[in-house]
């Protein structure tokens, strides 16, 4: 079974502009999770859907935005970038809610994001 | 406190046992994981254990949980260079879909 999948795997973007990242879950996965990791922040949680649906979100500011389409692949928007977006962006995907094994996430390799 | 704590480094010499301890925040935190993260790649689930459980053993791992101390590690036997990346624990806290993770501990075996 193939893995997640990220794609860009690296981006370069100046200030003030946006970017969309794309995940891809492994097959029969319908839940995604979106993560940053920043040296400083360490590895924080952004959001996570399910059947196209937002069900949890971190404490990240409206700029950061994502979406789920009905075949489980996920995108993520930051608009406005800002210096401090420059990070990891890591994706995972899980079943889906029940029982907690069900929701153990997988990670795909992530987006390396720069912003100048 | 809110923080899952891993010490920051370990180096441990090849074929020695590496022991990465980890202090979770949620007493009943249901699932604590452990994820291994190479250079410039993303996590690799290495082991979980489930909240019920002391300890599980994987091959060269082996994952002892103290519930009550909220304490958690991952045992590496016969560490080989391989082996040198960043670990991380994660828990699963109660009524949280996230999963909340360490800062990691840098692993560098010495040949």
């Known amino acids: 079974k193939a893995g997640v999948t990220q794609t860009p795997r690296y981006l370069i973007k100046t200030r003030g502009q946006q970017v969309t990242l794309s995940c891809s879950p492994i097959s029969g996965h319908r839940s995604v999770s979106w993560y940053q990791q920043t040296p400083g922040q360490g590895l924080q949680f952004l959001f996570e859907y399910f059947s196209e649906t937002q069900r949890n979100k971190g404490n990240f500011p409206g700029r950061f935005s994502g979406r789920q389409f009905s075949n489980s692949r996920s995108e993520m928007n930051v608009s406005t970038l800002e210096l401090g977006d420059s990070a990891l962006y890591l994706c995972?995907?899980?079943?889906?809610?029940?029982?907690?094994?069900?929701?153990?996430?997988?990670f795909g390799p992530g987006t390396r994001l720069l912003v100048l | 406190g809110e923080d899952v704590e891993q010490s920051l480094f370990l180096s441990v010499r090849e074929g020695d046992s590496s022991v990465i301890n980890c202090t979770y925040t949620d007493s009943s935190s249901t699932y604590l994981y452990w994820y291994k993260q190479e250079p410039g790649a993303g996590l690799q689930l290495l082991t979980y254990i489930f909240s019920n459980m002391d300890m599980k053993q994987d091959q060269r791992l082996t994952v002892l949980l103290n519930k009550k101390d909220k304490h958690l590690s991952l045992r590496i036997a016969d560490t080989q260079t391989g082996d040198s990346a960043i670990y991380f624990c994660a828990e699963k806290r109660t009524g949280a879909n996230n999963l909340f993770f360490g800062t990691g501990t840098r692993l560098t075996v010495i040949p």
């Open positions: 995972a995907s899980s079943l889906g809610p029940g029982r907690t094994s069900r929701e153990t996430q997988y």
